[in-house]
């Protein structure tokens, strides 16, 4: 497979880079989400254990009641912020899409007219606008594993401070899972990268068959011709193909993660699996 011209991290970093230029507040508004998230899971984790002292020490009910209380009122609290942050981090995004979307159009209409003819240029003006067109396409979408990315990086780094304070063989273990659950993730999210064209006919061509099929223009002809089990042939036949993909993206997936598991416990002596 042809290597990308851009790798991750430029990106990541040309989206940063126009954040900041367009629209401040997408930037702003993922770390708060981040640390509203860090927050609340916080509060989960301590609420147990300053119920249970309370029990231990036979407080009076009205300091369990209070310490339940005032746990329950920062869950509240924090839960309530994050929803709204929540609900306000899309019109930046939208923003920062459409910026997007008029430099490919500026492009588009700028570019020399051979090009204008190119099926190369012609398919990657689709495969731009493809990324663009809405709020769940990359071009907005990233946001969302960017601030899941910092919520768990900040996530980790407390819980590892919190757990080397107990025990650091707890600490070892968390870091070892850790590290397995990258590279396993990141096995699973290229294997879906090396193939998103592939996947993307299908969508496609599956997205065209029904398009036309709903068409007010074309329901007489279809009617009148007896074009419905030919259009219904198509669109099965192609989502059987796109089943076949699924299995083969599972298999692919599914069997390396499998191998390194065995061969986990098998170092152990354990008899999991043969």
């Known amino acids: 497979m042809k290597k990308p011209k ?3 991290a430029q990106n990541i970093g040309f989206m940063l880079r126009r954040a ?17 998230g860090v927050g609340i899971s916080l509060a989960q984790l301590f609420i147990a254990p300053a119920v249970l002292e ?32 929540n609900l306000n981090v899309i019109f ?16 588009a209409c700028t570019t020399s007219y051979p090009n204008a003819r190119s099926s190369k ?24 594993p960017l601030t899941s990315l910092l919520l768990n990086i900040v996530g980790f780094l407390i819980y590892f401070m919190l757990l080397s304070e107990l025990n650091i ?7 070892v899972t850790t590290t397995a659950g990258f590279f396993i993730n990141r096995h699973v999210n290229e294997w879906a990268y090396r193939h998103r064209e592939e996947e993307a006919q299908y969508h496609k061509k599956m997205g065209y068959v029904r398009k036309k099929t709903e068409s007010v223009a074309l329901a007489k002809d279809i009617r009148i011709f007896g074009f419905g089990p030919w259009l219904r042939g198509i669109y099965e036949s192609t989502l059987n193909l796109y089943d076949g993909f ?29």
Not at 20 to 36: D, F, M, P
Not at 54 to 71: H, N, S, W, Y
Not at 96 to 105: H, M
Not at 255 to 266: H, I, K, S, Y
């Open 6 to 8: 851009y790798n991750m």
């Open 20 to 36: 900041w230029n367009i629209r401040k507040s997408v930037l702003v508004l993922c770390v708060v989400y981040a640390a509203l």
């Open 54 to 85: 309370k029990v231990e020490q036979r407080a009076p009910l009205t300091q369990l009641l209070g310490t339940i209380g005032v746990f329950s009122l920062l869950l509240m609290v924090l839960s309530g912020l994050r929803e709204y942050t």
């Open 92 to 107: 930046g995004r939208i923003d920062i899409r459409s910026s997007i979307i008029n430099d490919v159009n500026y492009k």
């Open 121 to 144: 240029i012609l398919k990657m003006h689709e495969n731009a606008m493809n990324v663009c067109e809405g709020n769940d396409e990359p071009t907005e979408h990233i946001w969302t």
């Open 169 to 175: 063989a707890l600490s070892v273990i968390v870091v």
């Open 246 to 274: 699924i299995m083969r993206k599972e298999k692919s997936i599914c069997w390396p993660v499998l191998r390194m598991w065995c061969l986990g416990f098998a170092e152990t002596g354990l008899p999991i699996c043969t």
